[in-house]
């Protein structure tokens, strides 16, 4: 089976540009996560969904991220205008009905200069 | 709040035995995971402990104390590809499937 799939791997972008990450969870898990990875911060939960309805998303930093899920099998991390100190890497991970572990994906590395 | 500790770093021997400690405080708990994460790579699921007493897996060991918010992960026969962060995350809210609070990881360096 494939497991969370994360579009692009790697993204390199200028200040002020919008970025797009994209997330494909593993089929027959209906959470969602995203989370956001940093040195000093280390990984912090962003949003989360379930059955494609965000339940919290206080991890948000500012009104500059946005999250979707418009199916089941598919979410999006929007980031307008981007900042350098969002340079970080996003992580999406799922997890199955009445589960408990979280399978992450690859990640996407991104850079803002 | 939620408050997660674990040392930032240790450095063992190949073929020895180590153990990683956490602690935790959150309000609320519906059990503790250990992630594996090796450099530039996502974390991947190594144990979960929702009672307390200790579960084995092959070479890796989880132990939780819910009276203490404690927990350890024992790693034996230790082999050059454990090098890794290893992370300590507790799911805080009283029923399945909620987001992880995740400590800062210990970056484990297994040396010959």
């Known amino acids: 089976d494939a497991g969370v799939i994360q579009s692009p791997r790697h993204e390199v972008t200028e200040m002020g540009q919008e970025v797009t990450l994209r997330c494909k969870p593993i089929s027959g898990h209906d959470y969602l996560f995203w989370y956001r990875q940093t040195m000093m911060r280390g990984l912090e939960l962003l949003i989360y969904f379930n059955n494609n309805v965000p339940i919290d998303d206080s991890g948000m930093p500012e009104d500059r991220f946005s999250a979707k899920m418009p199916n089941a099998s598919f979410s999006t991390l929007k980031i307008q205008p981007s900042e350098p100190r969002d340079s970080a890497v996003y992580f999406c991970?799922?997890?199955?009905?009445?589960?408990?572990?979280?399978?992450f994906g690859p990640g996407t590395r991104l850079l803002v200069l | 709040g939620q408050n997660i500790d674990q040392p930032t770093e240790m450095t063992a021997t190949e073929g020895a035995i180590v153990q990683i400690n956490c602690t935790y405080q959150?309000?609320?708990?519906?059990?503790l995971f250990w992630y594996q994460q090796h450099a530039g790579e996502a974390p991947t699921f190594l144990s979960y402990?929702?009672?307390?007493g200790l579960e084995e897996k092959g070479r890796f060991s989880s132990f939780l104390s819910r009276s203490k918010g404690y927990s350890y992960l024992l790693l034996k026969e230790l082999q050059m590809k454990d090098s890794a962060s290893y992370l300590c995350a507790v799911s805080h809210q009283n029923s399945g499937n909620t987001p992880l609070v995740f400590g800062k990881g210990t970056r484990l360096s297994v040396i010959a």
């Open positions: 991970a799922s997890s199955r009905p009445g589960g408990e572990t979280q399978y």
């Open positions: 402990n929702v009672l307390d």
């Open positions: 959150t309000s609320g708990f519906n059990g």
